[in-house]
């Protein structure tokens, strides 16, 4: 079973480490710099476990969540 990871981080070497940190584990990685657009991979690709950054650029990485609410 692959298991959707969704790395929400404005800091592009903290995400790429994340990313490929968790990709060498076996999840299937998907990676956003904005809430914008984690909620619009979000909504391309169910997602089983989100990680986000709580300050990002456009809105707070809570607000990710709570607005996608089961769906994400």
């Known amino acids: 079973m692959t298991i959707n990871v969704l790395v929400v981080e ?8 994340l990313g490929v940190r968790l990709q060498k584990r076996g999840y299937q990685i998907v990676t956003a710099e904005t809430g ?12 089983d ?11 707070d990485g809570l607000s990710i969540v709570v607005r996608r609410g089961s769906s994400i």
């Open 10 to 17: 404005n800091d592009d070497d903290v995400r790429h480490l």
């Open 36 to 47: 914008t657009a984690a909620i619009e991979a979000a909504q391309a690709k169910p997602m």
């Open 49 to 59: 476990v989100v990680i986000t950054e709580l300050l990002l650029p456009d809105m």
